[in-house]
Each structure stands twice: as structure tokens, then as C-alpha cells.
């Protein structure tokens, strides 16, 4: 660091504020932004890679790399042979550093983690029919069209340049393979830190009190036309970032116009609010929604106010020995407070759609697409549509809810995507309990369809989004959900006590293995002499290993504890047969 430092770059070592309080470098890029050209120069004849000065990212992941690489190059000469370095570097950005970093035949083991391939990203959201012509596109052209090309080089020489190579998911390994060219050495899925969502027996009234919150919201969001029963109402939601047709916002606006119809057709007294948590451009809160908030408050004071004056008579005249009169425990004041707050309810217009202004409403795909299957929160619409086009944050004047309580008190989390190379919002609804419905074009479903029988069965709806055609799996998508909205509360309960069960099988004590095998395979290839593996029998790409959950989950966790074991005299095993006695520092970057 010293070194840096007195070169001109700023250099910060520290913890990091979060569980288990991890060693963190930061490097400043800004500071070191005046060597850029020297290092575009760099990249160029060592790498052969030349960067545009119009793309900001490129060139700030390239100062990124270099200062890295210049770190990594200082390290290793101090230490010299002792102890071995591992840097694990994610995505693009962060590959600049490894390609530098072996250039200059720096002595490190090194790891490339693709969490979604860039091309990849680019095409599906051009509506490319991607995962059938994964094998017919012409890479270097589509690159080159949407004027990524030197990113795409980045990538690409960053993966093929790595000792390991490795994907989040499986469905990503093998579109890792088309469009980088290289097959991934290890499947590395992404867990969770479970015990930070682990409730206990607590969830099912976590689930209860934060229910109770949204529906507080939906009071008065739907002030004037609360004509539907809370107690009968479930809560559905779309979480994530904008990606309209990636994450599959345009299928479930389809599906919902089907449900809607569905639930009009067979006459169902249950009432769906759909939120969705996607944050677009916005220049304020919509007036209408903050009305309703105050409305709602209002009234809730007037009811204290009269309850307290009406608690109060009730007290005296029953002190007194009299069966109160209402007449006289109720005057006439108080019944005109009350009907000014009924008609302070009153609403001519529909509830809004959007909670905040938006500033492209007209183009807004989110929007458009409800202009055209016509759900605007009507009387007879037993679908209504809250489009929340922000984060969620608990001082926000409209939903005071943080994601996690949000999450805990919705009923089921909708993410049909199309492109998800993992998928955390499913993943999270799971360890706290809430049934979700996934793809199998995501690494999440992906997973559980490997590992678990009968996902459903344990509130694990799987779209079949691959092989089917878009208006087959709408139909699928409207089934699972309106069979949901059929189930009685007993049957809810049932089976969010079943999610809650697959939260060990999303826990990084059992997904952590895959990354350690990936450790040690990196320091057998870079340090040959001293790591062997060649006789270690370990799935190199799959997770395979990891037991069917099936319904004997006694047997179940009995196979994971089993394999736990097993990992870690593995583990040890290695330990053992290096030759000499290695430390190992191991970096993370990305």
C-alpha cells in the first residue's frame, strides 16, 4: 500500500461495517484517473485490447484493474514465496485486473466469477429469442452492433485468461459457453446468510404483522372504493430492477388480466393487490396517493376521538348500574363528526395505478402495457395494480415498510423472468417463508427443480418459460396463481411453513463448499508443484452432489450433514497432501 500511496494513489484499509467485520482495501479511482492514457497504452500491448475515452465504465474498470494489478505485483514481492495468493475476481469490471495481473506473470492464483454474461443481457433485452439460438449467433457482430465490443473483449480474454472459471447457475454455465467460449470449471450457486432471516417459529407472526401494515396502506390507497373484504385480499408482488421484459414484467401483466378475468368468471370473493418495486424516473409523489394517506389518518383520529368520548359514557353509565341509551351516549355532535368523515371519503375519480408522478408516463412500458389490458383499479376488477416505481424505505410518508418487512407481509412474490442467471427475490422470499414463483430460464429455479421433488409443493412455482411458448406459459403463470388464490388460510399457512424448510438449502454453510472446491482447484493449477487434486472425485460443474429434498425431510437434512462432513475431510485432505507447509491468502475483488 505504501507503495501506492507514494505514487500518487489513494488507498483506504479498513473493516467493513457488516457481519463478521472483513479486511476491505479501497482503491480511489478518481485519484489515479491521470494515468488513464498511460494505462490504455498498457492494456494495448500487453493485452491487445484498445478502450473508447466515450465509455466511462470501461475506462474507470480499467483504472480499477491496474491499480490492482500494481497491488497484487507490490504484495507478492514482499511475501515472495510464502504465503500463495488466490484473487477471486467478479464480473467485467473487476477482469481487467486479472488480465493484467497475468500479463505480467504476476505469481497468484486466480478465479473469474460471471454473474450474467454482458452480451447475454443485451440480447434478451432486445427480445432476442436467446436460449434457442444460443448456438446460431454471431458474437463478434452483436457486440459490435450495440457498440460493446470492447467490453465484450474484456470479458471474454478476463475468462479465458483465469486458472478457474465459474458461473452462478447452471443455465448460466452453459450460455457461458456460446457466448464466452469457454466452459465453466465450477458451478458456484449463490446462497444467503440465512441466519440474518431466520425467524424461528416466529415468521408466521412476522407474516401476520406486516400484513397488517400493507393493508393500513391499501386503506387508504383505495379510499372511496374499498369495497373488497382485507381479510380476503392477498398481497402479490414484482421486485427488482427495471428490466421490463428480463425480468419478466410484460408475461405477468398478461397473466393478471387472465386472473383477473378468472376471478370475475367464477365469482371469487378474494381480492388480489399487486405491487410492483421497480424503480424508474420520477419527480415526485403522486398527490392522489399522499391524499389518501391523509385521509385514511384522518379518519383513524376521528374514530379514536369519538371512541374515547363514547368509551367514557358507556363507563359512567354502566357505573351507574343503567343499560346505556345510545341515543345519549352518541350525540349529536358526534354523529355530524362522523358523517364528515364519511363524506371526506368520497372519491369520483379510481384509485391511482402509479404512487408517484412519472416523468415518461406516456412511454412507461409498465404503464403502457395497463392501458392495455385495462386495469385500472375499477369496482369489478378484482386484480388492482400499485405500480411503486422506487425502493422501499421505512420513512417513506406513503409505505413505511423496509423490503424485508414488505416481503414478510405479502402473501406471494411473482418473478416470471426470462433472463435471471440467479435470482435473490425468490431466493429471499423462500428463507423467510413466502411462497414465490420463478422461471426455469433462472438459476434459482434452475436449482430447486435439481433439487428438490415437487418444488410446488413447497411453494416453489416453476414457469416453464424454455420450453413452451410465451402464450403457454401465460396460461401456466395464471394457473399457479389463481389454484393460490383458491387455497383458505389454513392451506396458506401449511405451506409457507413448508418454504420456510428449504432455507437450509439456500444457506452459504452448504452453497460456501462449491467456492472452497473452486479455491483449491485455482491453487492446483497455479501452483502444480505444491496442490494436487488430480485424485479428489468431485463434481467439477454441478452441485450434484446435494440430496432431493423429498418429503421425508428427516432423511433429508440426515444427507446434507452427511455431505457437510464429507466436504469438509476433503478439505482437510488437501490441507494435508500439499507438499510443504503453505499458507493462503485469498482476495476477493469485484
Not at 449467433?137 to 478457474?164: K, M, P, S, T, W
Not at 415468521?203 to 372504493?225: C, T
Not at 375519480?349 to 409498465?366: E, G, Q, R, W, Y
Amino acid at each position: 500500500m505504501d507503495s501506492l500511496i507514494n505514487n500518487g494513489s489513494q488507498v483506504h484499509f479498513g473493516r467493513w461495517l457488516i457481519e463478521g467485520s472483513p479486511y476491505v482495501i479501497l482503491f480511489d479511482i478518481g485519484a489515479a484517473a491521470w494515468n488513464l492514457d498511460r494505462w490504455k497504452g498498457d492494456l494495448w500491448n500487453e493485452c491487445s485490447i484498445g478502450l473508447p475515452y466515450h465509455d466511462r465504465e470501461a475506462n474507470d474498470s480499467l483504472i480499477f484493474g491496474s491499480l490492482v494489478a500494481w497491488f497484487f505485483k507490490e504484495l507478492t514481492d514482499q511475501l515472495q514465496d510464502k504465503p500463495n495468493v488466490i484473487a477471486h475476481f467478479h464480473e467485467w469490471q473487476a477482469g481487467t485486473g486479472l488480465l493484467l495481473s497475468r500479463s505480467r506473470k504476476i505469481p497468484l492464483a486466480t478465479i473469474f466469477t460471471t454473474h450474467a454474461t454482458l452480451l447475454g443481457r443485451y440480447l434478451c433485452a432486445g427480445n432476442a429469442d436467446f436460449y434457442n439460438n444460443l448456438d446460431k449467433f454471431n458474437i463478434d457482430q452483436e457486440a459490435g452492433e450495440r457498440q460493446i465490443y470492447h467490453r465484450y473483449c474484456l470479458e471474454r480474454a478476463a475468462v479465458h485468461c483465469a486458472h478457474v472459471f465459474t458461473t452462478v447457475s447452471q443455465i448460466t454455465a452453459v450460455e457461458a459457453n456460446h457466448m464466452l467460449h469457454r466452459q465453466a470449471d465450477v458451478v458456484t450457486p449463490n446462497g444467503l446468510n440465512v441466519r440474518k432471516f431466520s425467524a424461528m417459529h416466529e415468521f408466521q407472526n412476522l407474516h401476520s404483522m406486516n400484513k397488517a401494515k400493507i393493508q393500513e396502506f391499501v386503506r387508504g390507497h383505495f379510499y372511496g372504493h374499498l369495497d373488497f373484504n382485507l381479510e380476503k385480499t392477498l398481497f402479490f408482488f414484482i421486485a427488482g430492477r427495471y428490466e421490463f421484459s428480463n425480468k419478466g414484467a410484460d408475461l405477468f401483466l398478461e397473466s393478471l388480466s387472465r386472473l383477473n378475468y378468472l376471478l370475475r368468471v367464477h365469482k371469487s370473493d378474494v381480492t388480489v393487490v399487486v405491487f410492483f418495486i421497480m424503480p424508474a424516473k420520477t419527480n415526485n409523489f403522486n398527490v392522489e396517493s399522499l391524499k389518501g394517506q391523509a385521509v385514511r389518518k384522518q379518519l383513524w383520529d376521528t374514530t379514536q376521538f369519538v371512541k374515547e368520548k363514547f368509551g367514557k359514557r358507556l363507563y359512567e353509565s354502566l357505573l351507574r348500574g343503567e343499560i346505556p341509551d345510545m341515543s345519549k351516549i352518541l350525540d349529536r355532535d358526534d354523529f355530524t363528526i362522523m358523517k364528515r368523515a364519511i363524506y371526506a371519503t368520497q372519491r369520483h375519480s379510481l384509485p391511482p395505478v402509479t404512487t408517484h408522478n412519472m416523468l415518461d408516463d406516456s412511454t412507461d412500458p409498465i404503464l403502457s402495457n395497463i392501458r392495455r389490458i385495462g386495469l385500472f383499479n375499477g369496482r369489478n376488477d378484482r386484480v388492482k395494480i400499485v405500480f411503486h416505481p422506487e425502493f422501499l424505505s421505512s420513512t417513506s410518508p406513503l409505505l413505511p415498510m423496509d423490503y424485508e418487512e414488505f416481503v414478510r407481509g405479502c402473501h406471494l412474490g411473482v418473478f416470471p423472468s426470462y433472463y435471471e442467471p440467479w435470482g435473490y427475490t425468490p431466493g429471499e422470499c423462500t428463507v423467510m417463508g413466502i411462497p414465490s414463483v420463478t422461471t426455469n430460464l433462472s438459476g434459482f429455479g434452475c436449482f430447486m427443480e435439481e433439487h428438490v421433488s415437487d418444488p410446488s409443493e413447497y411453494g416453489i412455482y416453476i414457469v416453464d418459460r424454455r420450453f413452451r411458448s410465451a402464450d403457454e406459459s401465460c396460461n401456466q403463470l395464471t394457473q399457479f396463481m389463481f389454484s393460490f388464490c383458491q387455497q383458505s388460510r389454513r392451506q396458506r399457512i401449511i405451506q409457507r411453513n413448508r418454504t420456510e424448510r428449504l432455507s437450509d438449502l439456500l444457506d452459504w454453510r452448504y452453497l460456501g463448499r462449491f467456492y472452497m472446491y473452486a479455491r483449491h482447484l485455482a491453487l492446483s493449477r497455479s501452483f502444480p508443484s505444491k496442490f494436487k487434486m488430480d485424485h479428489l472425485n468431485i463434481a467439477p460443474v454441478s452441485p450434484a452432489n446435494t440430496h432431493t429434498l423429498s418429503d421425508s425431510p428427516k432423511k433429508y437434512f440426515a444427507a446434507q450433514l452427511l455431505t457437510t462432513l464429507i466436504i469438509l475431510i476433503i478439505n482437510q485432505h488437501i490441507r494435508m497432501i500439499s507438499e510443504g507447509s503453505c499458507d493462503t491468502l485469498y482476495w476477493s475483488i469485484g
